[in-house]
């Protein structure tokens, strides 16, 4: 499975915990439990300023997985943990600002290798 090494400038990290909600008839009891034992993590990055050739390799990469079909590994540069992810669906963007290129996006977890 390829590894994501290109560069990024910033990194954000959302953790969630599925939780099923159920409401009953009279609208306010409620009954709560996890869908799941596994945490959803969802990992924000953001280019470094890029050349369009810079900018082409990322895109090379996301077009290689075909956007959310194919995973991939990646290294969470706060705890140092692999993980399975894939691109969250629509999340790939590159912007063109003063002459500069920068692209964000997002992966999903799939749990950690």
Same mark, same amino acid.
Do not use: W
């Given at each position: 499975?390829?590894?994501?090494?290109?560069?990024?400038?910033?990194? %954000?990290? @959302?953790?969630?915990?599925?939780?099923? /909600? =159920?409401?009953?008839?009279? *609208?306010? @009891?409620? *009954?709560?439990?996890?869908?799941?034992?596994?945490?959803?993590?969802?990992?924000?990055?953001?280019?470094?300023?890029?050349?369009?050739? *810079?900018?082409?390799?990322?895109? %090379?990469?996301?077009?290689?997985? *075909?956007?959310?079909?194919?995973?991939?590994?990646?290294?969470?540069?706060? %705890?140092?943990?692999?993980?399975?992810?894939?691109?969250?669906?629509?999340?790939?963007?590159? =912007?063109? /600002?003063?002459? /500069?290129?920068?692209?964000?996006?997002?992966?999903? =977890?799939?749990?950690?290798?």
């Amino acid at each position: 499975m390829p590894l994501f090494s290109l560069d990024y400038e910033t990194f %954000d990290e @959302s953790v969630e915990y599925p939780v099923l /909600i =159920s409401t009953f008839d009279d *609208q306010s @009891s409620e *009954q709560r439990r996890l869908k799941s034992a596994m945490v959803a993590r969802t990992f924000t990055l953001r280019s470094p300023a890029l050349t369009y050739a *810079q900018l082409q390799a990322y895109r %090379d990469f996301y077009d290689a997985r *075909q956007g959310a079909l194919t995973a991939f590994t990646f290294v969470n540069p706060e %705890d140092g943990v692999t993980y399975n992810v894939r691109f969250v669906p629509g999340s790939f963007k590159s =912007s063109f /600002i003063d002459g /500069i290129h920068r692209c964000s996006f997002q992966f999903k =977890s799939l749990g950690a290798v």
